[in-house]
């Protein structure tokens, strides 16, 4: 089963790391001017600037702010440690308020030096401590699988699995799942789990790129729509029949991307989507 191709940007985000040389502000003048129709806005890119200022500029260029990246890394040795990520995660829900950004993609986090049972206990724990402020603010928090080959140090949720038990064990609304291709695309189960969060109401979000073979680099060697060996069409299909109608978010980490003219990059960007994803 095949999704469609896409025929338009209706549907279209790309996150502000995707283009890092250029600056939130150039960001999203080059996305609005390409056609674009959604951002999503990482911290580093909003650092410095008022985010109320940042996000009514954004807005002006008639770009939807689609989420906030990135929250989490909960999991840490020391309660003192686990108290200092929770303080940072109530300063990224009063950011993506000020924003206008209706979303936070969390990064959960883990310690190689203890159990990864005990990282997700303590990732649990750490949403639970957000809810409050979630409530107040209508904020929502989007927990995303990461690979395995980071479950050491970045993340020690590594399936949608994981996270689809993680939103049912802490029963909130405001708590779903980013499902990311890069880091799902293997997953025997990833049709089934899909399904699960659609019945859930608790897919939020979509990420797209692709996984280049042979790849040089586990972190900074991601591929455009078409480069690489993920089934795009096949997991869009699974997402839109799982009640999804949100953007398809590109999120491309690569220094060899990074390295090109972004404004071509761009370009290239919109092209891939519409052919491959």
């Known amino acids: 089963m095949n999704a469609a191709p896409l025929t338009d940007l209706s549907r279209l985000c790309v996150h502000t790391v995707t283009t890092r040389p250029w600056s939130l502000e150039e960001s ?11 951002i999503t806005v990482w ?5 410095g600037r008022d985010p109320a200022q940042a996000g ?7 770009l939807s702010i689609v989420s906030l990246c990135r929250g989490g890394f909960f999991a840490a040795a ?16 009063a950011e993506a308020a000020a924003l206008g950004a209706p979303l936070i993609v969390l990064v959960c986090g883990a310690v190689a030096a203890q159990p990864l049972a005990e990282s997700r206990k303590q990732i649990a724990e750490g949403i639970a401590a957000l809810l409050p402020d979630c409530a107040s603010t209508g904020i929502r928090l989007a927990i995303e699988p990461l690979h ?7 993340s020690a949720v590594n399936t949608l699995r994981q996270a689809n038990d993680m ?11 980013a499902a990311d291709v890069y880091h799902l695309w293997w997953d025997s189960e990833l049709e089934a789990e899909i399904a699960r969060s659609g019945r859930l109401g608790a897919l939020f979000a979509y990420h797209v790129c692709d996984w280049r073979t042979p790849t040089t680099d ?3 060697d991601r591929g455009l729509m078409g480069e690489g060996c993920i089934p795009l069409r096949t997991i869009r299909a699974w997402v839109e029949a799982a009640g999804f109608r949100g953007y398809n978010e590109v999120e491309v980490f690569s220094s060899r991307l ?20």
């Open 28 to 38: 999203s003048e080059q996305f609005a001017r390409a056609g674009v129709k959604g």
């Open 218 to 220: 586990l972190l900074n």
């Open 258 to 277: 990074w390295a090109t003219n972004q404004s071509d990059y761009l370009r290239d960007i919109t092209a891939a989507y519409l052919g491959h994803t």
């Open 43 to 47: 911290r580093d890119a909003l650092a």
């Open 56 to 62: 009514q500029r954004i807005r002006d260029l008639g």
């Open 148 to 154: 395995p080959m980071y479950a050491d140090d970045r």
């Open 167 to 177: 939103v049912e064990s802490l029963r909130s609304a405001h708590v779903g799942v």
């Open 78 to 93: 020391t309660a003192d440690g686990r108290r200092k990520a929770i303080d940072e995660n109530r300063r990224a829900i």
